[in-house]
């Protein structure tokens, strides 16, 4: 049985609607086609849009085009959960979990939480309200005291649990905390990352806890962990002059700008509250950009609890939104490993069995801000 795992925060899709959504559908089907996958997971964030209030109501056109695609067309059964309601602070996620399955398998059963018990999949159903009360997911959106310094965030998860022809997963869709300012990120350790390990680690305790039978996880989202501000710059510009540009209050930094001490004192980068530009960006793609693996260290505090397979693919945000620009990262943010898809420990045994692939989709054309990450794999006998 192949499987087809992919996580994708999709705000950049409907801020605008021809260009990307068309590309990206395309590279998706692209995707299906080549795997030929029975069973097909697509956990988005930021469904809707960074303008949700506004961009919310082409949620379901996107998700109908998907459905009644000729691609998808032997997927006869469908679970769509789509977290639309922005109106419902407490409980608003902006996360869309959709899973898919194949005409040619049989035996695909879906948890009830409540009752649990195992039903069987059958039709394609769509579910969009009152997601904090359906008993086949489990959805919450983070308490605020993990998130001090926001009135307000819309980050949380959304877990299924699913029986594969007798194999038993959990599917976690996840998005963490964001790194407020480059400015504070510079100056690590920073608070951001503190605030994303909290919530990570509380999704962890809720999967693992003892409510229920304790099984295998994947748990793939925008984690937003990034890579260590401060000795990324270090290592960038060792050798640069540096330049604090304040406003009134000498207190509050306005601006960095790292220079070369000769060359005519060549700007190599220039730090803002939302700029990080950096002078070369081939350093980040630059054989998947493996030499800044040693700075991505966020996620070593779960290394008991979670696992990932090798990566061999660049930094997965902040691309840019140009429709012709592909390849090239946006100016906005230090190039970090954003998209991924994590698992337990007995997951990643049943993932490295048989073949298995673990890349970015789209990786030369414009799919948004973040390039989706996907993992295809087979379970074996």
């Known amino acids: ?61 996107f998700v109908d085009d998907i459905l009644s695609s000729k691609e998808m067309r032997e997927y006869d059964r469908a679970r769509v959960y789509l977290d639309k309601d922005f109106t419902a602070q407490d409980h608003f996620t902006a996360l869309g979990s959709l899973y898919f399955l194949h005409e040619s398998i049989q035996m695909i059963h ?6 649990q018990k195992y039903k069987e999949v059958l039709g394609k159903e769509i579910h969009t309200k009152h997601l904090e009360t359906n008993s086949m997911i489990e959805k919450e ?27 038993i997963f959990d599917l976690v869709n996840i998005h963490l905390f ?22 990570l680690g509380h999704v962890l305790s809720r999967i693992t806890d003892a409510r229920y039978e304790k099984v295998p996880f994947l748990i793939f ?7 260590d501000n401060k000795r990324v710059v270090e290592t960038l510009c060792s050798t640069a002059s540096v330049q604090t540009i304040s406003n009134n209050d000498a207190e509050d930094v306005k601006k960095v700008v ?3 001490r000769d060359n005519g004192h060549r700007v190599l980068l220039r730090i803002e509250s939302k700029t990080f530009d950096y002078f070369d960006q081939d350093v980040f793609r630059e054989n998947n950009g493996k030499a800044l693996l040693e700075f991505d260290k966020e996620l070593a505090t779960f290394t008991n609890e979670i696992c990932e397979l090798d990566i061999q693919f660049p930094p997965s945000y902040p691309y840019s939104e140009v ?19 994590l698992m337990s420990p007995s997951a990643k045994e049943v ?20 390039k989706p990450v996907f993992l295809y794999f087979q379970i074996t006998a």
């Open 110 to 115: 879906q948890f009830d939480f409540k009752v």
């Open 323 to 341: 429709n012709t620009e592909g390849t090239q990262y946006a100016n906005t943010r230090c190039p970090a490993w954003c998209d991924r898809i």
């Open 351 to 370: 993932v490295v069995k048989g073949k298995y692939v673990y890349d970015l989709m789209g990786p030369a054309v414009c799919m948004g801000d973040h």
């Open 258 to 260: 790292f220079q070369e």
């Open 221 to 227: 989202g925008d984690f937003n962990v990034r890579l």
């Open 178 to 199: 964001h790194d407020a300012s480059n400015l504070i990120a510079w100056k690590s350790p920073s608070i951001f990352p503190g605030n994303r390990r909290k919530a």
């Open 141 to 167: 959106r983070f308490p605020q005291d993990f998130w001090p310094e926001f009135k307000w965030s819309r980050k949380g998860y959304i877990r299924t649990r699913w029986s594969l022809q007798d194999r």
């Open 1 to 61: 049985m192949d499987l087809l795992l992919l996580t994708a925060n999709v705000g950049s899709l409907f801020d605008n609607l021809e260009g990307l959504q068309i590309i990206w559908l395309q590279e998706f089907y692209q995707a299906v086609s080549k795997f030929k996958p029975h069973f097909i997971a697509v956990h988005c964030q930021e469904i809707g849009g960074k303008d949700y209030s506004s961009g919310m109501v082409h949620v379901d056109t």
